[in-house]
């Protein structure tokens, strides 16, 4: 059903299926491409936490473009660089589960298996940090 084999009770309960939806995502290159897309249980393999926890299995993303730069500057200010662009997208409805932390604009997205970046993924516009 999903594109990660997710843990048990994942996407949590206050996950909802996707209305079309304009999302952030800070991005290494800029253009869309599948590398910008692979969860944190796939990057960091050895690494016990990321396999059991939900989170992990789900992509990031912004609910606008202030929260994604207060995130990237966040992390420059720990001296590590995430990304070196922010990339307006829309997604198409039923793309998966969402869960948007409305404190913070950020979202985990867990993708249906079917899910194609390419064709269920539009890029709208990419700026430079």
């Given at each position: 059903?999903y594109?990660?084999k997710?843990?048990?009770?994942?996407?949590?309960?206050?996950?909802?299926e996707?209305?079309?939806?304009?999302?952030?995502?800070?991005?290494?290159?800029?253009?869309?491409?599948a590398?910008?897309?692979?969860?944190?249980?796939?990057?960091?393999?050895?690494?016990?936490r990321?396999q059991?926890?939900?989170?992990?299995?789900?992509i990031?993303f912004?609910t606008?473009?202030?929260?994604?730069?207060s995130?990237?500057?966040?992390?420059?200010?720990?001296?590590?660089?995430?990304g070196?662009?922010?990339?307006?997208?829309?997604?198409?409805?039923?793309?998966?589960?969402?869960k948007?932390?409305?404190?913070?604009?950020?979202c985990?997205?867990?993708f249906?298996?079917?899910?194609?970046?390419?064709?269920?993924?539009e890029?709208?516009?990419i700026?430079?940090?």
């Amino acid at each position: 059903m999903y594109k990660e084999k997710l843990p048990k009770n994942c996407p949590p309960k206050s996950a909802v299926e996707n209305d079309i939806v304009i999302l952030y995502r800070i991005f290494q290159g800029n253009k869309l491409d599948a590398s910008e897309f692979i969860p944190y249980n796939t990057l960091y393999p050895d690494n016990k936490r990321f396999q059991q926890m939900c989170d992990a299995f789900g992509i990031s993303f912004y609910t606008n473009y202030d929260c994604a730069l207060s995130k990237y500057k966040e992390i420059l200010g720990k001296g590590k660089k995430m990304g070196n662009f922010i990339a307006k997208l829309k997604i198409k409805q039923k793309s998966g589960f969402i869960k948007i932390n409305s404190h913070t604009g950020h979202c985990n997205f867990w993708f249906y298996e079917r899910f194609d970046i390419y064709n269920d993924i539009e890029c709208l516009e990419i700026t430079k940090l």
